[in-house]
């Protein structure tokens, strides 16, 4: 009797399961080496090999100029080098769906794939370069993500990441005019534009009722605590559905104070991210801000 007990149809069940999860893992693995294309080039990209991870050839492309009808050769030994050098880049792309991991390295593999925009693959790529690299390097990216998590809180004032109690801006500027923005990168982008001296406030987020994120679990109270003395609120919410919603929310809350509430969307394109603006763009969106 393999599994004692009453168990043995649950842990045979359990078994089967994990069975067909090992295979569709597998399948996706090698599904991802068939999709991965590397290109070797040879005398600067005259010459252009790319094959797919497997190593299988896909396409040769050569120029023009590095046909030369009186030296054949020439050209040979250049498919040839380019060929090698795909080679070499189809076997240096890490397999991320390998069994043969060992744990601690899975472990990390999984730990960095949790991050925005890190597929498996990039992940195990990460991981050899921290396993593989100087042992500084290694214990430096430790030394910082721990720092990072114990040094890092968010001002009291605005709620931007800062060092201490109050962030930098809140302690040099006073200004009467708050732009209110989701998130502290926002901040980040909105400071390169030079000549905006306001100061900010971050609600920590946008209305969402599909995200069941509502008026109470952003920072709306802290920012209404902030206006006395203040003549204009900037709502510089993403001009998504959300962002706006968000905005118009605000200035129905804030407006009745007798504050001047304003919208920076102009000049950014609709649907589009504060956070990747460029710095033209957001400071042509500042200054041509209307008044809700
Ligand atoms: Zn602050």
């Known amino acids: 009797m393999a599994y004692g007990g009453g168990f043995g149809g649950g842990n045979m069940q359990q078994l089967m399961k994990q069975a067909q999860q090992m295979q ?22 005259l010459v252009e090999v790319t094959m797919m991870a ?43 769906f390998d069994m043969k991991y060992i744990e601690p390295l899975a472990r990390l593999i ?20 921290i396993l593989n690299g100087p042992e500084e390097d290694a214990k430096a990216l430790i030394d910082a993500i721990k720092d990072v998590r114990e040094n890092v809180h968010f001002c009291r004032i605005c709620g931007n990441y800062s060092e201490g109690e109050i962030c930098h801006i809140c302690e040099e500027r006073k200004s009467d005019v708050i732009c209110v923005v989701k998130e502290p990168k926002d901040i980040v982008a909105l400071e390169k534009v030079k000549d905006f001296k306001g100061v900010y406030h971050v609600l920590g987020g946008v209305i969402s009722p599909l995200e069941h994120v509502g008026p109470n679990d952003l920072r709306i109270s802290e920012l209404l605590a902030r206006l006395d003395g203040v003549r204009e609120v900037i709502l510089a919410t993403n001009p998504d559905v959300e962002g706006e919603a968000t905005a118009l929310y605000l200035a129905r809350l804030i407006k009745p104070l007798g504050i001047k509430c304003t919208r920076i969307a102009r000049g950014l394109p609709e649907g589009s991210v504060i956070e990747y603006a460029d710095e033209s763009t957001l400071s042509r969106a500042l200054s041509s801000r209307v008044e809700l």
């Open 24 to 45: 569709r893992k597998l399948q996706e693995a090698q599904q991802q080496i068939a999709e991965t294309e590397v290109t070797g080039k040879a005398a600067g990209g």
């Open 54 to 96: 497997n190593k299988q050839p896909v396409a040769v492309t050569i120029k023009p100029e590095a046909v030369d009808p009186d030296d054949i050769e020439m050209l040979e030994d250049m498919v040839l080098a380019a060929l090698n050098d795909a080679v070499k880049q189809a076997d240096a792309e890490p397999d991320c």
């Open 110 to 129: 999984a730990e960095l794939s949790k991050l925005p925009s890190v597929g498996e693959k990039t992940a195990a790529r990460y991981a050899y370069a």
